[in-house]
């Protein structure tokens, strides 16, 4: 099958079944300060190491690490950027001059991208969508949702996902704290549902899903997102007292240490009625958690790999599997796969097919935003300190259909990338990417700016 005949976008397979808005690398020079009001935004997730092979659960190895024999070095496609000036989105403004929480996915139904923006006030939060594409100048960010900032704390972004059903709507998944019996505080979380015609059509908020009443300051630090048809499904992160868990409604705690980047989420993907949530682990190793829409706690981990092996993607793939992607840090081999869903129950290391990156490219590998479009792997972002932005694209038997430079930023530190399908042909493939820089206004403050652009890769030359 053609990749370009996917219907899967970056990191949100046709089917969307990938979390997007996760947690991105940040600046080379980042503190190590993961509050909200930190000068830097940090990456929470931790290296691990290949483990022993084991053999693999009710298929062939053949079925599960579905990569097919080796073959020739395809003939590259040339990428670049297509706007001759890039879309300012949004830049922040006072008091809180960093956007922690940006998120984006695509609208496959309009060609467009939905990009869902937090800023922070004195006494609550604002939130704010621009909708963009091919046929639509930016407008500006309209306000939304401002009616949901009624407590001092006002409610947080966690996340937006294009849905299934209807076409061209998503949701953004917000929390909140009631603190009606104090000390005891009630955490919700609130999924908001953006209509296809928003602004022009105002949006909704679901019922809440209540996720615990505690004594103390519970504060939920990241989350995954999976929908299937109009249902949202999502595993969080929390701290409290001095603990950090990983946690999936309505009331399984997966993980818990009390080092927060062992129980960091690193990915989540729906297939069937399972949800396949990745922890990053410790000492052990990564773990993945499979929950059925049936299952009861406790849910065991599984333990795929050892210290030095880190996921870079999972996605559905276009056939209903699951497709991996990991890299072992310390000895610089990437791992691909697709798994069959008996298989995906359970990865193993051994099940991937490995691939010493030196013999892929000679170029630094861009991991900014790493995702899978359809069944081919795309990574995305900086790799240098000059604000420009790379690309390498490979499909699942690691060959390169693209790479190298797609163009400059605008002057800043470009710390999180955003990446969603535009639209694709026989010999030519478009994505919308939106980035945040932080960067300093001649004498203001330093401060974070969104940006929107488009990438093209064909044949041709440039």
């Known amino acids: 099958m053609s990749w370009f ?14 979390p997007t808005g996760e947690d991105s690398g940040a600046p080379s020079d980042a503190a190590s ?26 298929a062939s190895s053949e079925e599960i690490a579905d990569t097919g024999p080796d073959a020739s070095p395809l003939s590259k496609l040339t990428c670049k950027l297509v706007l001759p000036q890039h879309w300012k989105l949004y830049e922040a403004s006072g008091p809180a001059f960093f956007l922690d929480n940006v998120y984006g996915d695509s609208l496959p139904s309009r060609n467009q991208m939905r990009v869902v923006i937090e800023q922070e006030g004195t006494v609550s939060r604002t939130h704010y969508v621009s909708t963009v594409g091919p046929a639509a100048e930016p407008d500006a960010a309209a306000l939304w949702m401002s009616t949901l900032n009624y407590t001092h704390y006002g409610a947080r972004l966690h996340g937006a996902i294009t849905t299934e059903d209807p076409p061209g709507n998503s949701v953004a998944l917000l929390s909140w704290r009631d603190q009606n019996n104090p000390p005891t505080e009630q955490y919700n979380f609130y999924p908001a549902r953006i209509p296809a015609d928003f602004p022009a059509v105002e949006n909704t908020v679901d019922p809440p899903i209540f996720m615990s009443s505690a004594v103390g300051y519970l504060e939920v630090t990241s989350v995954k997102m999976a929908v299937d048809g109009t249902k949202v499904h999502f595993v969080a992160n929390y701290s409290l007292d001095q603990m950090h868990y990983a946690w999936i409604p309505p009331y399984i705690t997966l993980a818990s240490s009390d ?15 399972d949800n396949h949530v990745f922890v990053a682990g410790g000492a052990k190793g990564p773990e993945q958690y499979v929950v059925n829409d049936l299952a009861a706690p406790p849910i065991d981990p599984n333990y795929f790999a050892s210290q030095g092996v880190e996921m870079l993607a999972a996605s559905r793939s276009s056939g209903g599997s699951l497709n991996v992607a990991l890299r072992d840090v310390v000895h610089d081999i990437l791992y691909l796969g697709q798994l069959n869903p008996a298989a995906a129950k359970k990865l193993q290391l ?54 190298g430079p797609l163009g400059n930023g605008s ?46 890769c064909d044949s041709n030359s440039p």
């Open 350 to 403: 051994s099940y991937l097919k490995a691939f010493p990156i030196a013999s892929i490219t000679t170029n630094p590998i861009p991991t900014a935003k790493v995702a899978w479009i359809g069944d081919e792997l795309v990574m995305i972002g900086p790799t240098t300190d000059d604000g420009s932005l790379s690309i390498l694209w490979l499909d699942m038997l690691g060959r390169v259909r693209a790479e």
């Open 5 to 18: 005949g996917c219907r899967g976008i970056l990191g949100v397979e046709d089917a969307v079944l990938n």
């Open 259 to 273: 080092v927060a980047a062992e129980v960091a989420l690193t990915q989540m993907v729906r297939i069937g009625t």
């Open 33 to 58: 300060d993961t509050s909200a009001d930190s000068a830097q935004p940090v990456d929470a997730e931790a290296g691990i190491e290949a483990q022993a092979d084991t053999a693999p659960p009710d």
């Open 411 to 456: 002057g800043g530190k470009v710390w999180k990338v955003l990446a969603a399908r535009q639209s694709f042909q026989a010999d030519s493939a478009e994505v919308h990417v939106a980035w945040t820089e932080r960067t300093q206004l001649e004498a203001g403050p330093l401060l974070d700016i969104v940006w929107y652009n488009q990438i093209r």
